[in-house]
DNA sequence: TGCCAGGCCCTCTTTAGGGCCTT
């Protein structure tokens, strides 16, 4: 089996429904590689509008801060070029899949390749006794050290990848946990919760 | 005019409704 290096991002965002005009105005993103963090992305993106007080609230992103960065045609690019081929994590991917689908859909000749796992659907399966699957308190539920502030691109995506792991090394018979290929943490976030253990047992040989 | 996200998942389900998660 090779190692899996995946690419774990989070978008901060104007609000919730690209469909609904909304837009991305911070990109953060880790790669793992062999069970290490080894490279990060951070930039903020001019969404072309005021953002709500909501928001600047929210994430502690303000319209001082997006004034003078960069629109999402320089930024796009740069982040095609950091996540070449690899396959992308995110916590509710759909929501963050969404807006980069649309970001990019935005930047002619920018775009990716590969398949979205989701952390939050896998959290549901491997952490069930979970008192909610918010990434915050998932962290806190698997002793995750963390001191920075929650609700900014980087550090969500830090921490998602840091959940990311402690879940491959939750269901890793082995300590290497690269040793889990994607698509078996992709294939158990819909695998029904009263089938994991079976699930892992045929896969992974048991926890 | 009036509405306004979308997908997963559970249940008092499937001819449906509502909570969870993301900003």
Redesign the pocket.
């Known amino acids: 089996m090779r190692a899996d290096t995946v690419v774990v991002l989070?978008?901060?965002?104007t609000?919730?429904?690209p469909?609904?005009g909304d837009r991305a105005i911070e990109i953060g993103a880790v790669r793992i590689e062999n069970g290490q963090i080894t490279d990060r992305f951070q930039e903020l993106i001019n969404p072309g509008r005021r953002v709500s007080e909501f928001?600047e609230s929210?994430?502690g992103i303000t319209n001082s801060m997006l004034k003078d960065a960069p629109p999402c045609s320089e930024v796009m690019p740069r982040f095609a070029e950091f996540i070449e081929d690899y396959n992308l994590v995110a916590?509710?991917a759909?929501?963050d899949k969404r807006f980069l689908d649309a970001e990019f859909n935005r930047t002619p000749s920018t775009g990716y390749t590969g398949q979205f796992a989701c952390s939050?659907?896998a959290s549901?399966r491997i952490y069930q006794t979970a008192s909610?699957?918010?990434?915050g308190n998932l962290v806190r539920h698997a002793n995750i050290p963390s001191e920075g502030e929650f609700?900014r691109a980087l550090y969500?995506s830090e921490m998602t990848a840091k959940l990311w792991m402690a879940m491959l090394e939750r269901i890793a018979p082995l300590e290497d946990t690269s040793q889990v290929p994607f698509v078996i943490m992709q294939r158990l976030?819909?695998v029904p919760?009263d089938k994991v253990q079976s699930f892992l047992d045929e896969k992974l040989g048991g926890w």
């Open positions: 989070d978008f901060e965002t609000g919730l429904s469909d609904q928001i929210y994430t916590h509710n759909s929501f939050l659907l549901r909610s699957h918010k990434l609700h969500d976030s819909k919760k």
